[in-house]
């Protein structure tokens, strides 16, 4: 189960919650991220439409997402809806909510390494990240990319640093980006061929792999960890290509494919 800091969600927060009871006026549920707090979903609250049999629409274990209505701490529960809220909420949510989940499951093995348990995780470190990154994955993402480094210069505790980049990198592959180009080469040289070659020699890296789509045009392709690098790669690989059939007396141009 997910945590999180406060004891209560807020009024109009989306929460994931699983069903355990369904009553002909409403349903029953409890919080993941809340310790398992009562929610109550009234009939009403099912549907924008007319409700014949509240079972059409929830059922007992059921995984359900819905926006907080109202919060009773003294009664123990939370009113909650299920229509209102858009279907890319619901989906953004579940999926915020697994991703949570993951990032838990990573923090436990943290702890693990330094012979903790997930409390003490949550305790020592774990509020403190969501605090500072906004979730726990948050900063496994950052350990796996940038190195215990960044987390310690944040603020975190070295030792717990070092154990969440060790888990990190195990389990969390880095964003790839994927974006392509063309470069059209020509030489009027009687070595033509050489000085594509060359010009096609002149391009490197193991991000970057070349094509032949068809003379006089070559494919670019790069891969990398965000879009900033991929495209400042790949247009630096089309420029040392040109420029040496420039150099040459041919000529050269670059386009972009678009997305």
């Known amino acids: ?3 999180m800091r406060k004891e209560w969600p807020d009024e109009g927060d989306l929460v994931v919650g699983t069903v355990h009871k369904v009553l002909n006026y409403g349903a029953f549920g409890s919080l993941e991220e809340y310790d398992g707090k009562e929610v109550f979903i009234h009939i009403s609250e ?3 439409g007319w409700v014949k049999n509240i079972r059409d629409y929830v059922r007992e274990n059921q995984k359900i997402v819905a926006r907080v209505l109202r919060v009773n701490p003294k009664k123990g529960h939370v009113d909650v809806s299920l229509k ?5 909420q619901r989906t953004r949510k579940i999926q915020q909510w697994k991703i949570e989940q993951k990032a838990e499951k990573l ?3 943290s702890a693990k390494i330094l012979e903790k348990d997930l409390d003490a995780g949550y305790e020592e470190v774990g509020y403190g990240i969501m605090e500072e990154f906004g979730d726990l994955y948050g900063a496994f993402e950052i350990a796996a990319e940038e190195g215990a480094k960044t987390l310690i210069d944040r603020g975190m505790d070295e ?3 070092n154990a969440i980049t060790e888990v990190a990198k195990k389990n969390i592959s880095p964003p790839e980006v994927n ?3 063309y470069v059209d080469l020509k030489s009027y040289s009687p070595n033509g061929v050489d000085v594509i ?3 096609l020699g002149a391009i490197n890296g193991e991000e970057i792999s070349v094509q032949c789509v068809g003379a006089p045009r070559y494919r670019l392709m790069v891969k990398s960890s965000d879009y900033i690098t991929a495209e400042t790669l790949l247009k630096e690989a089309a420029d040392k290509a040109i420029e040496v059939v420039l150099e040459e007396g041919g ?3 670059f386009q972009r494919e678009l997305e």
């Not at 209102?84 to 890319?88: F, L, N, S, T």
């Open 107 to 109: 923090l436990e093995f």
């Open 84 to 88: 209102r809220i858009r279907e890319d």
């Open 251 to 253: 000529e050269g141009t």
């Open 179 to 181: 974006i392509t180009g």
């Open 159 to 161: 030792e717990w640093a």
């Open 1 to 3: 189960m997910v945590r």
């Open 197 to 199: 070659k060359k010009a």
């Open 46 to 48: 099912v549907s924008s």
